[in-house]
């Protein structure tokens, strides 16, 4: 042949194979990332497992006011 | 935010790829095989020809490639079948699509430079083809865009769809315009008859057939690429609200 078709083929089939190559190696890669980030959120989740909601309030160093106390503070009442 | 989209592929996906995968490869092997030593040169082009088992196929694949992506972005952007698995369809297929207009327009270039003595001429095809290449890689960037992820879906669908505006103009050019780029060979629109006959026919057909089952193959891994990708971005948000949470806790 001329030199023209083998270059027209290797052209396409070269793009091709390597296109195809870098998508699978990129998904393996993904994939590997994806179970490293399951396993990572795993152990951040349960080290605090008990608290899961940041609107519910915390369990410790949080002050506790009995409703009782607040009435004996209040002022303008006798001790 | 969207709603997590962490999800792991079956095994049986995984099988139906792999075999896909195989299919595609014996298509374009035997493609390559009949292409290059069986099939006999053509009367006027001579060898030239045996471009011509994968240049069209090029072209076609192309052209699905943003049937699809289209139709993808359309499904997305009416309210009844909007879902995130169709913007990561036509973001896989226009990628793909736009590798295979490159494809066609170098290996149309080949063909070219021996046939017409140029590897490139400003003719009416060439010209449109080029056009909807760009179009599409401004599509691809359009996608990265940073911003909330529906609006980014919403306006990237909208821009596959103008840039599909060019797809028939690409086809048709020969027909409407004075082209130096043959008019189709296979089925002739005006005319109603095909030009290939034999072993030649056959090769061509086997050529359409094994890159459009590249192209699957191509699009489905793209796609779940994409899947991976948005699965890592959700868990990078949880495990960041995780740690938070932690830091809260621990104060």
Request: charged share 15%; hydrophobic share 50%.
């Amino acid at each position: 042949m001329n030199g023209y078709v083998e270059a027209g083929y290797i052209m396409v089939l070269g793009t091709l194979s390597s296109y195809g190559v870098a998508l699978v190696a990129r998904e393996h890669a993904a994939r590997r990332r994806v179970g490293t980030a399951a396993v990572e959120e795993s152990i951040a989740t349960s080290a605090d497992a008990p608290v899961t909601d940041l609107t519910s309030p915390a369990p410790r160093d949080t002050p506790v006011v009995m409703p009782g106390e607040l009435e004996q503070d209040a002022p303008g009442r006798a001790p | 935010m969207r709603a997590s989209t962490r999800t792991v592929p079956s095994e049986r996906v995984a099988v139906a790829l792999r075999v896909l995968g195989v299919a595609s490869l014996v298509g374009v092997v035997a493609t390559v095989w009949l292409g290059l030593f069986v099939t006999p040169p053509d009367e006027f082009m001579g060898n030239l020809v045996r471009l011509l088992y994968v240049h069209p196929p090029m072209a076609w694949v192309a052209f699905l490639a943003y049937g699809v992506a289209s139709l993808a972005s359309l499904l997305y952007l009416w309210p009844r079948t909007r879902s995130e698995r169709f913007d990561r369809l036509a973001g896989a297929s226009g990628e793909v699509g736009v590798v295979f207009t490159g494809l066609t327009l170098v290996s149309g270039s080949i063909w070219g430079r021996p046939t017409w003595g140029v590897w490139w001429v400003w003719d009416p095809l060439l010209t449109t083809t080029a056009l909807l290449f760009v179009l599409y890689l401004g599509y691809l960037a359009l996608r990265r865009v940073p911003g909330e992820f529906h609006v980014r879906a919403r306006r990237s669908a909208i821009g596959a769809l103008i840039a599909f505006i060019d797809v028939p103009i690409v086809y048709l050019s020969v027909e409407w315009w004075r082209s130096l780029h043959q008019a189709p060979t296979v089925l002739n629109p005006t005319t109603h008859k095909t030009y290939v006959h034999g072993s030649m026919a056959w090769t061509l057909l086997l050529g359409f057939v094994s890159f459009t089952l590249v192209y699957t193959w191509l699009v489905a891994h793209r796609y779940r690429l994409a899947e991976l990708q948005d699965a890592q971005d959700t868990e990078g948000l949880e495990i960041a609200l995780a740690e938070r949470r932690a830091e809260a806790v621990g104060r």
